[in-house]
C-alpha cells in the first residue's frame, strides 16, 4: 500500500444546474472518466453564474488537488463568464488565444464567419494552452492544473477523450458490485467487519426498493484485483452462511 | 423590486455519487422543490463519506443560507456517518431522539425488530427535530435551519413532501422557455440586450445539437410574471425580426 493517491475536483458552473431546469451529467461522465486515469474525483462544488462564487470555489479546490476541472459558462452569451471568472481568481489578464481564433476562423468560414460574440470563445486566461473539441468549434482550456471544459455533455465527452492518457495518475480504482434482496440494516455488522478484516478495501451499501421487496448492491473497491477479490469472497461467504442468495454483479 | 431573497445550499454526501456510480438526481429534485417555496438554492458541495470533508462543507454553508440541506448517509451500515459528521460540525454530542426510536420500533416491529445497527438511524445530534418519511422507516432530521434528508431520491421527495409549505421563503422564481433552431452565438448580442433592457430578469442560453442541426433554448426567470412576459415578448420580437423561428416552450 501506500501508493500516492492522485485526486481531482471540479466546479460545475451554470444556473441551469441550480435552478433544477437541466439534469446535471457531467459529474458521473468525469467520475467515471477519471477513475481510468487512475485519479480520484474528491470534491465537486455547483455554482451559480456569477463570478465571485467562481473566484472563490476555483482557489480554494486547485491548490489542493492535483487536478481542478471546471465545465460549463464557455460559450459565447452573455451568461459565459468562466474564462473571465478563473482569469480573476488567477489573477492573469484575459487574452485572445491565437490558435483558438484559428480553430474559430476555420470552424465558421461555412457557417456565416467569426463574429464578435464567436471570438469571444478565443478568450483565455494568459499562459493558457488548448483542449482540442472534435464536437463543436470552440476548444477547451488548460491552465496550469485546471481544464476548462464545455458544459454540454457530448462536448466534454469529447474533450476528455482528447485528454486521455495525458495526465498523471495512480493505479485505477477497481470495483466489483454484488446485490442481494436484504434489507442493509440487516446485515450492517457483516459489512463493518469485513470491511475492517480487508485493509485497502472500501464496502459501499447502496440500498433500493424495488418490485415491492428491499435489497441492496455492495460495492467492493480497492487498487488491486486481489484485495478486491477477497473481500467480495468474505461478504459472499457471510451471506450465504446467513441463507441470503447473492447476485454477481450487482441487482 | 428589493424583495429579500431566501438561499440554500445542498451537500451531497455519498462516494458513491464522486465515483460515478450513481447518478445524483436530488439537486435538480431539491433545486425545482425550493423554487416554489420561493428559496433559491444557490450552491451545492457533492463530498465523500469523510467526516473532516463533511464538517468543513457544513460549517462553511450554514452560516452563509439560510438554509442547508444535506442528502445520503443516514442509514444503517458502517458508511453513514452523515449524522456524527454534522454534530462534530456543530460541537453537540450525538443523541438517540426518543421520537425516532418509536418511530423505529413501529416500524420494524413486524421486520425482525429494532436491532443495534438499525437504532443507528435513531441517532441525532442533540437539539434536533424529526423530519417525517412516509417512505421507509427512519425520519430525516432537523437542526436549526439545517435539514438532514435521506440520498435515495423518492425518500428524499417523501421528505421534501413533508416540508412542503413549512419553511418561509420569498417568491417564487418563476421562468418561461422559447427554443429556436439558432446558433446561439448568431443571436449572443441580441440576448445580452434584451437581458439588460429588463431590470430584474435573468436570461439563460442553452444550446444544443439535435437532428443534425444546432439550436437553442433561453430561458427568462423573474420573480413576477408580467416582467418574465415581457422579456419573452421582447427576445421573440427580435429573433423573429432576424428571420428565426420560435417554439413557445422550448424545443
Redesign the interface.
Known amino acids: 500500500m501506500g501508493e500516492r493517491i492522485w485526486t481531482a475536483a471540479l466546479i460545475?458552473i451554470g444556473?441551469?444546474?441550480?435552478?433544477?431546469?437541466?439534469?446535471?451529467?457531467n459529474?458521473?461522465?468525469?467520475?467515471?472518466w477519471?477513475?481510468v486515469q487512475g485519479i480520484?474525483?474528491?470534491?465537486?462544488?455547483?455554482?451559480?453564474d456569477v463570478e465571485s462564487?467562481i473566484v472563490e470555489a476555483v482557489n480554494a479546490l486547485r491548490v489542493r488537488n492535483d487536478y481542478l476541472f471546471t465545465t460549463g459558462g464557455i460559450?459565447?452569451?452573455?451568461?459565459d463568464i468562466t474564462v473571465d471568472a478563473i482569469a480573476a481568481a488567477l489573477s492573469v489578464p484575459v487574452v485572445v488565444h491565437p490558435g483558438a481564433r484559428d480553430v474559430l476562423e476555420q470552424h465558421y468560414a461555412t457557417?456565416?464567419g467569426l463574429?464578435?460574440?464567436?471570438l469571444?470563445?478565443a478568450r483565455v486566461p494568459e499562459g493558457a494552452s488548448l483542449v482540442p473539441n472534435r464536437?463543436?468549434g470552440a476548444p477547451g482550456i488548460r491552465w496550469g492544473n485546471i481544464f476548462i471544459l464545455a458544459g454540454?455533455p457530448?462536448i466534454t465527452a469529447g474533450m476528455l477523450d482528447a485528454l486521455t492518457g495525458t495526465l498523471e495518475g495512480g493505479l485505477p480504482?477497481l470495483?466489483r458490485t454484488i446485490g442481494s434482496w436484504v434489507?442493509?440494516?440487516?446485515i450492517?455488522?457483516l459489512?463493518?467487519e469485513t470491511?475492517r478484516a480487508h485493509d485497502g478495501v472500501?464496502?459501499?451499501?447502496?440500498?433500493?426498493?424495488r418490485e415491492g421487496r428491499v435489497g441492496a448492491n455492495f460495492?467492493v473497491?480497492a487498487t488491486a484485483q486481489p484485495l478486491v477479490d477477497a473481500c467480495i469472497a468474505a461478504l459472499v461467504a457471510g451471506l450465504k452462511a446467513t441463507g441470503r442468495d447473492v447476485v454477481d454483479g450487482g441487482i
Not at 434489507?183 to 440487516?186: G, I, M, R
Open positions: 460545475v444556473d441551469e444546474i441550480l435552478s433544477g431546469r437541466t439534469q446535471d451529467k459529474v458521473a461522465q468525469l467520475a467515471t477519471l477513475n480520484r474525483l474528491a470534491e465537486v462544488r455547483i455554482v451559480p462564487a460559450g459565447p452569451t452573455h451568461d457557417r456565416g463574429t464578435e460574440a464567436r469571444r470563445m464536437m463543436s454540454v457530448h480504482v470495483s434489507a442493509e440494516s440487516e450492517a455488522d459489512l463493518r470491511e472500501s464496502i459501499g451499501s447502496y440500498p433500493f426498493f460495492v473497491r
